[in-house]
């Protein structure tokens, strides 16, 4: 079981909803991965062009939990505008908080996610913060009272999988709130190497989204993350540059 | 009366006085929204407290696809 401040998941795998080919994938994709936690941007709304689908609006909203992101945030004040609006829906108290800094490496503004993490905090939010892979910048998040921690593999919808895994395994020793990485992941041996380091959970997007067939790898990351998963709890061997046989020596014929 | 509803000039018809008089004229009563009045955000119980007025900034927002 995963827990995140008040909030109980039996998935580990949170999915993103953008850029899907269709709603019907997108829905089918979803069950396929097994996830409890869905997360939303927020936008206004096009008011002359209502009729369009909402995704939001399709789903059985008992089944999942709302993690809203302040996506396209720049600024403190950008990210707490967007996590009071998302939690005045009435529909969640989580917030993914998200400040880019760059647009094109897309990497989050530390200074101004930490800040933000405290100020929503305060507010008694549930946050989780998308950070780079630095460790220290991880602990004075969750020292900060963050409910979880959200380092990247690497950028967003890369798929470039986890760059730096020594340091994801340093947060994830570190941090007494669970792991969630998020960003960067391409594929299912992605998932599962971050399952084995230690992760607590992954986040993905693109990776589904973007896959020749996202509702098939919906399922293998479901797999992967309940292999890796299952992986570190079961500790691997540890590596050895000798050769061991695995049959006895015993007993061997003439 | 002109208010500024998501970034646009928007002229609201005579009668629709409040947040929830706008809401439902533009048909998103049942919709998943948020509403932000001169920058505060609202919950469902405030729109029909809040009185429009020329030059208000409106913004309505929903949850969108995004990672």
């Known amino acids: 079981m995963l827990k995140i401040g008040n909030h109980t998941?039996?998935?580990?795998?949170?999915?993103?909803?953008?850029?899907?080919?269709?709603?019907?994938?997108?829905?089918?994709?979803?069950?396929?991965?097994?996830?409890?936690?869905?997360?939303?941007?927020?936008?206004?709304?096009?008011?002359?062009?209502?009729?369009?689908?909402?995704?939001?609006?399709?789903l059985d909203l008992t089944r999942y939990k709302l993690l809203p992101n302040t996506a396209g945030a720049?600024?403190?004040?950008?990210?707490?505008?967007?996590?009071?609006?998302?939690?005045?829906s009435g529909l969640c108290d989580m917030i993914k908080v998200e400040v880019i800094a760059d647009t094109k490496t897309l990497l989050p503004d530390p200074i101004a996610t930490l800040e933000a993490t405290k100020i929503l905090v305060e507010e008694g939010f549930t946050v989780l913060p998308y950070t780079s892979d630095d460790p220290i910048l991880a602990r004075k998040l969750w020292e900060a009272g963050a409910h979880a921690?959200?380092?990247?593999?690497?950028?967003?919808?890369?798929?470039?999988?986890?760059?730096?895994?020594?340091?994801?395994?340093?947060?994830?020793?570190?941090?007494?709130?669970?792991?969630?990485?998020?960003?960067?992941i391409g594929s299912p041996a992605d998932v599962a190497q971050a399952m084995e380091l230690g992760a607590d959970g992954v986040l993905l997007n693109t990776a589904v989204s973007g896959a020749k067939d996202p509702v098939k790898m919906a399922q293998a990351m479901k797999w992967a993350v309940e292999a890796g998963r299952l992986g570190w709890e079961?500790?691997?061997?540890?590596?050895k540059v000798v050769a061991t046989a695995s049959s006895p020596k015993e007993g061997m014929l003439d | 009366m002109i208010i500024q509803l998501n970034?646009?000039?928007?002229?609201?018809?005579?009668?629709?006085?409040t947040v929830a008089d706008l809401v439902a004229a533009l048909n998103l009563a049942s919709r998943i929204i948020v509403v932000e009045h001169n920058r505060t955000v609202?919950?469902?119980?405030?729109?029909?407290?809040?009185?429009?007025?020329?030059?208000?900034?409106?913004?309505?927002?929903?949850?969108?696809?995004?990672?």
Do not use: C, W
């Open chain 1, 9 to 58: 998941f039996h998935s580990r795998l949170f999915l993103g909803t953008g850029k899907f080919p269709s709603f019907e994938v997108q829905k089918k994709a979803v069950d396929a991965s097994g996830t409890e936690v869905l997360t939303f941007a927020v936008r206004r709304m096009n008011i002359y062009q209502q009729d369009q689908p909402n995704f939001l609006e399709m």
């Open chain 1, 74 to 88: 720049q600024t403190v004040d950008e990210a707490v505008r967007i996590a009071h609006l998302a939690r005045a």
């Open chain 1, 149 to 184: 921690i959200m380092p990247g593999g690497s950028p967003i919808g890369s798929g470039q999988g986890l760059l730096n895994p020594l340091y994801l395994r340093y947060i994830i020793e570190d941090s007494p709130v669970p792991v969630i990485i998020d960003a960067g």
């Open chain 1, 234 to 239: 079961a500790g691997r061997i540890p590596k």
């Open chain 2, 7 to 17: 970034g646009e000039p928007f002229t609201v018809a005579e009668g629709t006085e």
């Open chain 2, 42 to 67: 609202l919950t469902r119980d405030d729109y029909p407290h809040v009185g429009l007025q020329d030059g208000d900034q409106v913004e309505i927002v929903q949850f969108v696809g995004g990672g």
